[in-house]
């Protein structure tokens, strides 16, 4: 293996250890306490493990968590009821709705019912439009991480070619908008794209987005390539035991790492980023509430 590893776990530690310090300020200077509030419908156990480490790193950086945990059941007009509630609390500064939200349920209207200022997910029609033409707005968290590592990495990133493997609202197509802001040549690969292979040889950096485990090899990396694996995909492990599993990414990773010149792994690389972004987010929208300046270092 000849890439350089990028601790993604190392990472997400100083960027909450960065945003404990700032809202320390923020307390001990202008008496404010950055909130976030974290709605979850339902029982599903993914979700529910996701909301109590949110709420505890919330904490852990000196911010307010507040969790609302609603039945499966609950009607669309009581869950939007509370998210009107919170975008009218001076206290929340941040409203995360945990996804996917029981079947009953308008996806697209809820999140488009949360204020953009207190979007912290970026996934509101505002902050997508905003994103997308070079504005102000609230950044989608594993997006945002990933930037923040490749500029940790890089320095500049102005002129590099850059291809993301995957075109979906929540990673592939903000982070093409991101490195279109940091001035990449940014290609958006997908299941359609013809000679897919050739296409990410192209890419200084490589971006995977694609939801499909170990689905980009050694042998579609540029030498000395960059290497962002977004994919979490729990696969058969009959090596650890019957009916045991282990978590990988979108690529291969023994293979890519042998020609890339650095890699984030999976477990370890991009998912910690995710949780630490939203922290910082949570932090930038009470920024903004009070007309404060936003933290540096923290924001796309």
């Not at 200084?204 to 540029?222: H, S």
Request: charged share 20%; aromatic share 2%; with cysteine.
């Amino acid at each position: 293996m000849s890439a350089t590893i990028i601790d993604g776990k190392a990472f997400a530690a100083s960027v909450r250890e960065k945003v404990a310090t700032h809202v320390a300020r923020l307390k001990e200077v202008n008496d404010i306490t950055p909130g976030l509030a974290v709605v979850l419908v339902g029982e599903d156990p993914a979700s529910q493990v996701y909301v109590r480490s949110k709420g505890k790193q919330t904490v852990e950086v000196g911010m307010n968590s507040y969790e609302h945990k609603l039945d499966d059941d609950t009607s669309e007009e009581d869950l939007l009821a509370l998210i009107d509630k919170l975008n009218n609390d001076p206290a929340v500064h941040g409203i995360l709705v945990q996804l996917p939200l029981p079947d009953h349920l308008n996806e697209d209207l809820v999140i488009n019912a949360i204020d953009p200022a207190k979007d912290v997910d970026g996934f509101h029609i505002s902050n997508v439009g905003l994103l997308g033409t070079g504005q102000k707005s609230m950044v989608p968290c594993t997006p945002l991480g990933c930037l923040m590592m490749l500029r940790d990495h890089h320095g500049s990133l102005s002129g590099l070619n850059a291809v993301v493997v995957g075109r979906s609202n929540i990673v592939g197509k903000p982070m093409a908008n991101l490195l279109l802001r940091d001035s990449c040549t940014v290609t958006i690969a997908h299941s359609r794209t013809k000679d897919i292979e050739a296409v990410c040889r192209q890419a200084d950096i490589l971006v995977a987005a694609v939801g499909r485990p170990q689905m980009v090899t050694g042998d579609w990396v540029k030498p000395g390539a960059t290497v962002i694996d977004v994919g979490i995909n729990r696969i058969p492990a009959p090596e650890k035991g019957e009916g045991k599993t282990r978590l990988v990414g979108d690529c291969d990773f023994d293979s890519c790492a042998e020609v890339a010149g650095a890699i984030t792994p999976v477990p370890g690389g991009v998912g910690p980023m995710t949780i630490a972004c939203l922290l910082a987010n949570t932090l930038t929208a009470c920024c903004r509430a009070n007309a404060l300046p936003e933290p540096e270092g923290l924001t796309a």
